[in-house]
Structure formats: C-alpha cells, structure tokens
Nanobody, 119 residues
Framework: QVQLVESGGGLVQPGGSLRLSCAASGIIFGIYTMSWYRQAPGEQRELVATITSGSGTNYASSVKGRFTISRDNAKNTVYLQMDSLSPEDTAVYYC?????????????WGQGTQVTVSS
C-alpha cells in the first residue's frame, strides 16, 4: 500500500519560514520524481517544485529563490524549505510521486498539509 504523508504545515507570519516533509512508503522512492503542489481556496492546484530521481529541480516562478526542494532517498522523504513566506503562499500543500517510465504511469498523492501565512 502506497502512502505519502505530509507534515510541517502550520501558521507562520509573513517573512517567516517553514519546512514541509513528505514521507513515502510502499514505493521504490529513489526512482520517482517527487513534487510539491499547492491549492489555495477557490483556485486550481498548481505545481510548486519538482525534484527528479537524479535530483534535478524545477520551480514555479512565484517561488523561485524562496523555496528549496530536496530529497533524502535513504529516508524515503522529500522536503520543501519555504522562506520569505507571504500571504499569497497560503494554501494546502500536497506531495506527489510520479513514475512515468512504464506503459501505465504511476502517480500518487498525499493528503495535504495546510500552510497559512498571516500576521
């Protein structure tokens, strides 16, 4: 059974930092591309950051320079370090695991963790 469990969300003041974690089980973690998405109220889910199996990274323009995605394959965990947070970063953040080198791509989601940036 595949599980992605996010943690680390919460309430933070503007300008503050948070680190999200996503612990994966039930998959061969090291071969998956891992991503963080977010969804604000009334908005569509958007891609925030991606890290490939080879640790290549990509970021949404809105978070580039403020957020850092990383992975620890020994711990089956992906992280999202979020700095210089603003109220516009308020959303539910979701972890995604994707492996597309098969005829039927494998795609899994976590349950989400709430991040609220407010004074």
């Amino acid at each position: 059974q595949v599980q992605l469990v996010e943690s680390g969300g919460g309430l933070v003041q503007p300008g503050g930092s948070l680190r999200l974690s996503c612990a994966a089980s039930g998959i061969i973690f090291g071969i998956y591309t891992m991503s963080w998405y977010r969804q604000a109220p009334g908005e569509q889910r958007e891609l925030v950051a991606t890290i490939t199996s080879g640790s290549g990274t990509n970021y949404a323009s809105s978070v580039k320079g403020r957020f850092t995605i990383s992975r620890d394959n020994a711990k089956n965990t992906v992280y999202l370090q979020m700095d210089s947070l603003s109220p516009e970063d308020t959303a539910v953040y979701y972890c995604n695991a994707n492996y597309d080198k098969t005829l039927a791509p494998l795609d899994y989601w976590g349950q989400g963790t709430q991040v609220t940036v407010s004074s």
